[in-house]
T-cell receptor, first 112, second 112 residues
Framework: EDKVVQSPLSLVVHEGDTVTLNCSYEVTNFRSLLWYKQEKKAPTFLFML????IEKKSGRLSSILDKKELFSILNITATQTGDSAVYLCALSGCQYGNKLVFGAGTILRVKS | EAQVTQNPRYLITVTGKKLTVTCSQN?????MSWYRQDPGLGLRQIYY???????DKGDVPEGYKVSRKEKRNFPLILESPSPNQTSLYFCASSWGRHRTQYFGPGTRLTVL
């Protein structure tokens, strides 16, 4: 049973392209959705989203949550080779109790 | 420096030989958690702890034990490791279950 589904599983783009990564989920009652970036080591935090419709931005990265349609997107503009990583989204909240549930991740490769 | 440390970073062992992977954080976080990461499956939560002496099962607890005798430490114990426990393990901590998780560097375990 997939609770958090990320798409695409993998993509390859060229430097300068814009990418949109998707995270969809099946529950309606949760506290926060988190995005992480994982290079060849531990995941590092990108964004935490709790409210629908409010975009969060950090440099070339931005993310937004749609609680009505049950998804979140992570946008990366003007991609660079350093953006190559696995991007993970996770949910925490009431329906999952005290657990955190991660998606399988999207593998992004940016070619120069 | 605020951090989560894990030891060992790499471990190769044989089936049935008990092992412990240590995890320690210096941020006075209440919530600590163990994950395993396998290709195509993302991060799956093994056990978590809300505070000292409070632990609970995640999604894949079979074959693992944990303890939380002190706030800073959260060891993962494999009483009788099996080859299907070969994986990359991450420890993480946060102020609360809905907050940003800080991940340790990971422990790559191989069970022969």
């Amino acid at each position: 049973e997939d609770k958090v589904v990320q798409s695409p599983l993998s993509l390859v783009v060229h430097e300068g392209d814009t990418v949109t990564l998707n995270c969809s989920y099946e529950v309606t009652n949760f506290r926060s959705l988190l995005w992480y970036k994982q290079e060849k080591k531990a995941p590092t935090f990108l964004f935490m989203l709790t409210s629908s419709g409010i975009e969060k931005k950090s440099g070339r990265l931005s993310s937004i949550l749609d609680k009505k349609e049950l998804f979140s997107i992570l946008n990366i503009t003007a991609t660079q080779t350093g953006d190559s990583a696995v991007y993970l989204c996770a949910l925490s909240g009431c329906q999952y109790g005290n657990k955190l549930v991660f998606g399988a991740g999207t593998i992004l490769r940016v070619k120069s | 420096e605020a951090q989560v440390t894990q030891n060992p970073r790499y471990l190769i062992t044989v089936t049935g030989k008990k092992l412990t992977v240590t995890c320690s954080q210096n941020m006075n976080h209440e919530y600590m958690s163990w994950y395993r990461q396998d290709p195509g499956l993302g991060l799956r939560q093994i056990y978590y702890s809300m505070n000292v002496e409070v632990t609970d099962k995640g999604d894949v607890p079979e074959g693992y034990k944990v303890s939380r005798k002190e706030k800073r430490n959260f060891p993962l114990i494999l009483e009788s490791p099996s080859p299907n426990q070969t994986s990359l393990y991450f420890c993480a901590s946060s102020w609360g279950r809905h907050r940003t998780q800080y991940f340790g560097p990971g422990t790559r375990l191989t069970v022969l």
